[in-house]
């Protein structure tokens, strides 16, 4: 292929999933597939089905979208695919926050990425195609503009399920611009796009937080023109909220935000409705997940004051991995795509040493509060690439291994004098270890990379808050 037509194609890619049409056609496809007006919670349920699942010797089931991509968290998947689908089902937990709780590079941000990109590619396939009123703003569902009064109707004989209402500015329009005369809206298919802010919305808090950045804000430059505030067409309708509808709403280290945000968040996870000033609660669809660190957690849930908002979180721990084999399934990933220096290479001997040693920091006598502490899969990672550049040899020994993760420890500020002293103890005893895990042989490592389509490799560990 030339160069031209390379960069043409490029280009055109994702043109010939364009659809646009009237009310009347969508309803059509909406009666030949319902699964069409899914809910946002459904759909992320079902795009995470859609990669197919395995069952291992014990019954377990297995989810292929998380294969090979986050290793040692099944039981915080499954806990996440009860939610999702007890969610989707509309039982009463879809009025909760998916909460993931957990310390910092545990993966919490990790898993968060992978729903984004999946939403966002499973939207371009038919089964989890959006449609949406062209022209709307939060990318509506056009089934809204369907009165309360007829939906049980659609119900009962095309199995079309609606929930919603129309927001303000598709209200307005179908009062004046479409005469109540559904035949005149436009109807168009949409994609999930985080750069583009359709379907992915997210929340940090931070010093000076603005409410606009959540629910918009009127237009000063339209309003003299329309006379008022009051006005649909003077307001933004393209706060955080507004931009997540029909896919998922991210709330980074959520607790930490002000207490007028949380009651937002509150009244948005109870009743998929939050207030705009001039305009009537504001319905939306999206998967409202959360996530933060145990020590924001305990502070939070300290404060009385907070009880109604704990209680609407479905709480999901993500803590570090605590097995010496799934640990070493992500040193050596890394060391096959995104850890790699010429010519080094790292013993398995070493790399089981690095797991065994972070694994031995994250243990607690409360068997609850097991990975919830200890040392991050990300300093594992650092002490890998100085271990790679600092050595003079062409392999990182378990020997060598010991000494980088002797220093490192040694010099980390974060820890205090009895911890620092603790960890160092445990590099003492693994160094006894040494002679045998110079024994190791590659083989003896049970450990695979997937190798995607494109030719390139799965992201593993995501930047955690």
Same mark, same amino acid.
């Given at each position: 292929?030339? %160069?031209?037509n390379?960069?043409?194609?490029?280009?055109?890619?994702?043109?010939?999933?364009?659809?646009?049409?009237?009310?009347?056609?969508?309803?059509?496809?909406? %009666?030949?597939?319902?699964e069409?007006?899914?809910? #946002? @919670?459904?759909?992320?349920?079902?795009?995470i089905?859609?990669?197919?699942?395995?069952?291992?010797?014990?019954?377990?089931?297995?989810?292929?979208?998380?294969?090979?991509?986050?290793?040692?968290?099944?039981q915080?998947?499954?806990?996440?695919?009860?939610?999702?689908?007890? #969610?989707?089902?509309?039982?009463?937990?879809?009025?909760?926050?998916?909460?993931?709780?957990?310390?910092?590079?545990?993966?919490?941000?990790?898993?968060?990425?992978?729903?984004?990109?999946?939403?966002?590619?499973?939207?371009?396939?038919?089964?989890?195609?959006?449609?949406?009123?062209?022209g709307?703003?939060?990318?509506?569902?056009?089934?809204?503009? %369907?009165?309360?009064?007829?939906?049980?109707?659609?119900?009962?004989?095309?199995k079309?399920?609606?929930?919603?209402?129309?927001?303000?500015?598709?209200?307005?329009?179908?009062?004046?611009?479409?005469?109540?005369?559904?035949?005149?809206?436009?109807?168009?298919?949409?994609?999930?796009?985080?750069?583009?802010?359709?379907?992915?919305? *997210?929340?940090?808090?931070?010093?000076?937080?603005?409410?606009?950045e959540?629910?918009?804000?009127?237009?000063?430059?339209?309003?003299? !023109?329309?006379?008022?505030?009051?006005?649909?067409?003077?307001?933004?309708? &393209?706060?955080?909220?507004? *931009?997540?509808?029909?896919?998922?709403?991210?709330?980074?280290?959520?607790?930490?935000?002000?207490?007028?945000?949380?009651?937002?968040?509150?009244?948005?996870?109870?009743?998929?409705?939050?207030?705009?000033?001039?305009?009537?609660l504001?319905?939306?669809?999206? #998967?409202?997940?959360?996530?933060?660190?145990?020590?924001?957690?305990?502070?939070?849930?300290?404060?009385?004051? &907070?009880?109604?908002?704990?209680?609407?979180?479905?709480?999901?721990?993500?803590?570090?991995?605590?097995?010496?084999?799934?640990?070493?399934?992500? !040193?050596?990933?890394?060391?096959? *795509?995104?850890?790699?220096?010429?010519?080094v @290479?790292?013993?398995?001997?070493?790399?089981?040493?690095?797991?065994?040693?972070?694994?031995?920091?994250?243990?607690?006598?409360?068997?609850?509060?097991?990975?919830?502490?200890?040392?991050?899969?990300?300093?594992?990672?650092? @002490?890998?690439?100085?271990?790679?550049?600092?050595?003079?040899?062409?392999?990182?020994?378990?020997?060598?291994?010991?000494?980088?993760?002797?220093?490192?420890?040694?010099?980390y500020?974060?820890?205090?004098?009895? @911890?620092?002293?603790?960890?160092?103890?445990?590099?003492?005893?693994?160094?006894?270890r040494?002679?045998?895990?110079?024994?190791?042989?590659?083989?003896?490592?049970?450990?695979?990379?997937?190798?995607?389509?494109?030719?390139?490799?799965?992201?593993?560990?995501?930047?955690?808050?």
């Amino acid at each position: 292929m030339s %160069i031209d037509n390379f960069l043409m194609n490029t280009g055109r890619k994702g043109i010939t999933l364009e659809w646009k049409g009237t009310f009347n056609q969508y309803m059509q496809l909406a %009666i030949k597939n319902p699964e069409i007006t899914q809910l #946002a @919670t459904q759909r992320l349920y079902n795009m995470i089905l859609s990669k197919g699942t395995k069952t291992d010797l014990q019954g377990r089931v297995k989810y292929n979208f998380f294969d090979g991509k986050i290793f040692g968290a099944e039981q915080q998947i499954n806990d996440i695919m009860m939610y999702l689908k007890a #969610a989707s089902m509309g039982l009463d937990i879809k009025k909760r926050v998916l909460l993931l709780l957990g310390p910092p590079g545990g993966g919490k941000s990790q898993i968060l990425s992978m729903f984004k990109k999946g939403l966002a590619e499973y939207a371009r396939s038919e089964k989890g195609a959006i449609y949406a009123i062209d022209g709307c703003p939060i990318n509506e569902e056009p089934m809204h503009l %369907i009165p309360e009064s007829e939906r049980e109707e659609l119900w009962q004989k095309y199995k079309i399920k609606i929930e919603g209402k129309l927001c303000p500015l598709c209200q307005f329009k179908y009062e004046t611009d479409w005469k109540r005369n559904l035949n005149h809206v436009p109807v168009k298919r949409v994609f999930i796009n985080e750069e583009n802010r359709i379907g992915i919305g *997210t929340f940090a808090p931070a010093e000076r937080n603005d409410m606009a950045e959540l629910i918009g804000s009127a237009n000063l430059a339209t309003v003299d !023109y329309y006379g008022n505030e009051g006005d649909v067409r003077a307001y933004e309708f &393209n706060g955080e909220l507004h *931009t997540a509808n029909r896919g998922i709403m991210e709330f980074i280290e959520v607790l930490k935000a002000k207490s007028d945000f949380l009651h937002v968040l509150l009244t948005l996870a109870e009743e998929q409705q939050f207030k705009t000033p001039r305009f009537p609660l504001q319905y939306v669809d999206e #998967a409202l997940i959360a996530h933060t660190n145990e020590g924001e957690f305990y502070r939070f849930i300290s404060v009385k004051e &907070n009880e109604a908002i704990v209680d609407r979180l479905f709480i999901v721990r993500v803590p570090y991995n605590m097995q010496v084999e799934n640990e070493e399934k992500i !040193y050596h990933y890394a060391l096959k *795509t995104k850890l790699v220096v010429k010519d080094v @290479t790292v013993h398995p001997g070493a790399v089981r040493l690095a797991s065994m040693f972070a694994i031995a920091t994250r243990q607690h006598e409360d068997p609850l509060r097991n990975g919830m502490q200890g040392i991050s899969p990300r300093f594992i990672l650092n @002490t890998l690439a100085i271990a790679m550049v600092k050595i003079n040899g062409k392999m990182v020994t378990p020997k060598d291994m010991v000494n980088v993760l002797r220093h490192q420890v040694y010099n980390y500020p974060v820890l205090n004098f009895e @911890t620092r002293k603790q960890y160092l103890h445990y590099l003492d005893q693994l160094e006894q270890r040494v002679p045998a895990l110079n024994e190791l042989k590659s083989e003896d490592v049970k450990f695979k990379v997937k190798q995607q389509k494109q030719g390139m490799f799965d992201l593993m560990i995501g930047d955690d808050d």
